[in-house]
Nanobody
Framework: QMQLVESGGGLVQPGGSLRLSCAAS????????LGWYRQASGKERELVAD???????NYGDSVKGRFTISRENAENMVFLQMNSLKPEDTAVYYC?????????????WGQGTQVTVSS
């Protein structure tokens, strides 16, 4: 089992920045992809960004050019730098981990951290 714990959410004004952190612990297998999803009130959970062990990144269309995902493999940490925040970025942000083990995809979720963008 892998445990994921997020930190860094909060209230920020439009145009501002926030940095989310996620610490992974427990059974962390080679090849684990770490990332961030978000879920706004009344909407489905959506991919924000993810990153492989080798540093390959993937972003949701709505955050490209504004958000940057990074990863510290030695520390089992993943980060999300969010710039030029908009009210529509308001959501609960969840850290996510996924890994293929013998043909089965295992997925893990953090408890979520609230990000509110409002003046």
């Amino acid at each position: 089992q892998m445990q994921l714990v997020e930190s860094g959410g909060g209230l920020v004004q439009p145009g501002g920045s926030l940095r989310l952190s996620c610490a992974a612990s427990g059974s962390i297998f080679s090849g684990t992809v770490l990332g961030w999803y978000r879920q706004a009130s009344g909407k489905e959970r959506e991919l924000v960004a993810d990153i492989t062990e080798g540093g390959y990144t993937n972003y949701g269309d709505s955050v490209k050019g504004r958000f940057t995902i990074s990863r510290e493999n030695a520390e089992n940490m993943v980060f999300l730098q969010m710039n030029s925040l908009k009210p529509e970025d308001t959501a609960v942000y969840y850290c996510h981990g996924s890994v293929q083990i013998m043909g089965t995809e295992l997925q893990y979720w953090g408890q979520g951290t609230q990000v509110t963008v409002s003046s």
